[in-house]
C-alpha cells in the first residue's frame, strides 16, 4: 500500500487482494505505464447571456390598444409588439401634410413671379425694388417649404411611435404594461433579449489570468450536450473588488433559432500550460468507497496498490500518486476481481 495511506479499514481488504493470484496468461492486457506531455484543462462553469438585450419604452402618449406577444415569445426582426392609440398623431401627421401643400403653392407663385420680374428687370421694365421684394418672396417659400417637409417627418415620426416593433429577432422577458392602460413617454413597456448572439460570461482567478493567452484553447460543453472548440475570448483589465476575479466573455457561434438561454449554464475548459501525466484507463481503476487501487503485475502475480487520482477526461484517468513509469498495470481491474471469485465485488 502507498506510505500516504494510514487507513486500518483498508488492511482485510488489502491483504484478501495481495494473497489472490493468478495466472498471468488468463488476465486481461497489460498496460506499461508512461509519464507523457498532457495539457492542463482548467474547467470552470459559465453562464450563458445575450449580447443584445434591452427594454422598449413608449416615446408617444395615448392608450394601449392591442399587445401581440407575451413573456416568452420568440418573435422575429420587425415584428409588431404594441400598438397604442393614434387619433392625436394621425390627425398632427394630416395637418402636416396640408401645411406642406399650402407651403408648396406659396412656393410655385412665389418662383412664377419672380421668373417674370427676372426678365422685365433688364429691360427697365420694374424697378430693382420690386424685383427684390419677389426673390425675397421666393426665398422665404423656399424656407416655408423646408420647414412643412420637417414637420410632416416628425409628424410621421410621432405617429410611427404608436406602432411598437421588434428591434430585432428575440425572445420577449418582461411585458410592463396590459391592455387599456395609458402610457406616456419613457414608460416600460416589454424587454427582452436577442437569441442569435449570446456569450459565455465568468470569472477568471487572478492565478489562471496571468497563464491565459490571446490564442489559448477554449473547449466549451453547453447545456444541450453540444461540445465547442473556440479561441476568441474578451477579458476585462479590471478585477472585481469583492472576489478579486476577472471577468471573461467568450462569444458563442451565432443560433438561428433558441438553443442556448439566457441564464443556463455552460462548462469552460482552458487549455493552460502542458505537464508530465501518467494516464490509466478508467477501466484499470478499481474503486470501492473511499477505496481507489490498480492491479500491478509483479514476479509473483498481481498486487492491488492504492492510487490518488486527479481529472478524468477521454475514458483516462490521471494518476496523482501512487505508480512510477514503467510500471505494468492490469487494463481491467474488474475481470481480475471475477477470476478471483469476486470477493471484491462491491455491494
Known sequence: MCPFVHRSWLLPVLALALSAFTNADELPSVLTVQAQPYTDWFELDARIEPIDQGSVAAQTSGRISRITVDVNDVVPSGALLIEITNTNQSAGEDQAKAALQGALARQRDADRQLARLT?????????????????????????????????????????????????????????????????????????????????????????VRQQLKNDTPIRVTLPDGTELNLNQHQLFQFADPQSHSFTMRIPLPEQSEPRWHSGDWAKVALALNTRQQIRVPESAVLRHSELSA???????????????????????????????????????????????????APR
Open 294 to 344: 490498480v492491479y500491478v503485475k509483479q514476479d509473483k502475480g498481481w498486487v492491488l496498490r492504492q492510487v490518488r487520482l486527479g481529472r478524468s477526461e477521454d475514458h483516462q484517468v490521471e494518476i496523482l500518486a501512487g505508480l512510477a513509469a514503467n510500471e505494468q498495470i492490469a487494463t481491467n481491474s474488474w475481470a481480475i476481481v471475477e477470476q478471483q471469485g469476486g470477493e471484491y
Open 119 to 207: 426678365a422685365l428687370v433688364g429691360k427697365g421694365g420694374v424697378s430693382k425694388r420690386d424685383f427684390d421684394a419677389a426673390k425675397t418672396e421666393a426665398e422665404s417659400a423656399n424656407s416655408a417649404v423646408s420647414q412643412a417637409k420637417a414637420a410632416l417627418v416628425q409628424a410621421s415620426e410621432n405617429l410611427g411611435y404608436t406602432r411598437i416593433m421588434a428591434p430585432y429577432a428575440g425572445i420577449v422577458s418582461a411585458r410592463h404594461v396590459s391592455l387599456g392602460e395609458t402610457v406616456s413617454p419613457g414608460q416600460l413597456l416589454l424587454s427582452g433579449y436577442a437569441y442569435q448572439k449570446m456569450r459565455l460570461v465568468l470569472d477568471l482567478p487572478s492565478r
